[in-house]
């Protein structure tokens, strides 16, 4: 017996050494995620709950769908995620590419500053740039006052305040797009260039027909995290707006923190979640799949 | 030995070392200003036009350390980041070792499950969590968030140390498993002291993650469990804004961060593009 247990447990040992980690998550992320799938078909106020919950089917889904203030979220953070990833992605490589120059003095320092942003506090980061944009005393404002640029309202308008956040994002995640950019290049092989500096070509088509393609395997896994990433955004928009000027920057995740922690409406909130859930996952699965087809 | 410069390629060094300056400037400007504001006098800070000279002050400081106990916030964030990253590196490296060193059915698809855990946007985690924490009565618990922060600190961990564990070399194993050492054994008297790169970058991760994290915090914390960031968060709620008193709050919750660059730069960077380079 005591054998043969022993033999049952080398055979396993290494699905037995994932078991504790995997059990954990089970309970912290995937019974939390359960539980979030069968809030979202019941009725349940959690401020109102002496009404016990109740089954509603798909009418959570149904309501969303009629829902303006969730059709106008759903836009917000699809507006979001395409402008704030496209200009990290075309700034990123521009950055990447200066600092992977061999004649930068200190590169070392320069670079390791520049990536502060990405690992800042987000909240931080969002009231910060509240304190920077501030419309009377900010020192942007301040410095586009002496070009004859007055006092832009960067997140108090409800036409602005949504470019501001790109901006805000953008500002945080284009050092990540850069790092990637950089490390990539630095472990291609030589040979390439040398063999296209031979034939003649130009840097521009070096770059676009020898860096470029080359770098692309690292780009779009970085892209896919940072979509990722983006669609789920909420600690700097949260400090920053809490989703306003009106619902302006009203994000997917604002709109379901509100409902469930200020309304109280969990069930409603669930269901605006699990939406945000399966957005990423379809885009993940539709990304991943196609890069996986390249290779 | 000295070769010729042609004044073109010197013209080109100037101007790539000015762009890289004026690049890095913009994205250090931001926090320059958050410390120049935290030692100003409270007036100043919101003075219109900005002032530029001034005496410095360490009031701010004092007040928002002191006086408003930020400090106790501090705390709660460093007994909040350094549990997570210890629960996260224990289970993690044990199980990192088993989907690194060992050959199952299923590998490599458990693997990716245990990555695709970062995809869950936190708002799904999070409304399912407060009841569940509230029912268990670990909401407002240290206990409670740390194990909230563990949903994203324990994936990371295991996906980062299986890629360290993988480029282990095999000979070692082998050689050691040889002279009659046990799996386990190997594990615990080589691996993990050999590791030390890959079990640095999980922890300096783990903290950062954690220190950072604003979501989770503001709904299962209390008023004593409270982290930094959902405290300096709150100092701008009111109706009147303490901005100075941010301002210090900002640069105090990037020190950390700054010391571990500066440091551990090598495993930051690893970290940082792991996802996207090794993935």
Known sequence: ?295 | MRTAVRPGKQIETFVVNLIALAVTGWFVFPLVWQLLSSIKPAAEVTANPPVFIFEPTLQNWETLLIEKAGISYLINSIIVAAGSAALSLVLGSVAAYGLARFTFRGRDSLALDFLSFRMFPPIVIVIPLFLIFQQLIIKNTYFGLILAHTTFNLPFTIWLLRGFFMEFPLEIEHASLVDGCTRLGFFWRILLPLSGPGLATSAIFSVILSWNEFMFASVISSQETRTFPVFSASLLEHYVADWSQFAAAATVSVIPILIVMLFAQKYMIKGLTYGAIHG
């Open chain 1, 1 to 295: 017996m005591n054998s043969s247990f022993k033999r049952f447990f080398s055979k396993r040992l290494g699905v037995l050494l994932a078991v504790p980690a995997f059990a954990l998550l089970m309970a912290i992320s995937i019974y939390p995620l359960i539980y979030c799938a069968v809030l979202s078909v019941q009725d349940w106020n959690f401020l109102k709950a002496y009404i016990p919950p109740s089954f509603v089917g798909i009418a959570n889904y149904l309501n969303l769908f009629l829902d303006p203030i969730f059709a106008n979220s759903l836009q917000v953070s699809m507006v979001f995620t395409f402008m704030a990833v496209s200009i990290e992605l075309a700034l990123g490589i521009a950055v990447g590419v200066l600092f992977s120059n061999e004649r930068l003095k200190f590169g070392k320092i320069l670079r390791s500053l520049m990536l502060l942003p990405m690992v800042m506090t987000p909240v931080i980061i969002g009231l910060t740039w509240k304190t920077l944009l501030n419309q009377k005393w900010g020192i942007v404002n301040y410095f586009l006052s002496q070009v004859g640029i007055q006092s832009v309202q960067w997140y108090t308008s409800p036409t602005e305040a949504l470019p501001t956040m790109v901006l805000i994002d953008v500002w945080q995640w284009t050092p990540f797009v850069a790092l990637v950019v950089f490390a990539t290049l630095l472990s291609l092989p030589r040979e390439p260039f040398e063999a296209a500096a031979i034939d003649g070509a130009s840097r521009l088509q070096v770059f676009r027909h020898v860096t470029l393609p080359m770098l692309r395997g690292g780009i779009a896994l970085a892209v896919l995290i940072r979509l990722i990433d983006a669609l789920r955004e909420f600690d700097k928009i949260y400090v920053l707006t809490r989703g306003g000027p009106g619902h302006a920057t009203d994000v997917l995740s604002i709109f379901g923190y509100r409902t469930a922690f200020f309304n109280g409406y969990v069930s409603y909130a669930s269901a605006i979640s699990f939406v945000l859930f399966v957005v990423i996952i379809v885009l993940c699965t539709v990304l991943l799949t196609r890069l996986l087809a390249k290779k």
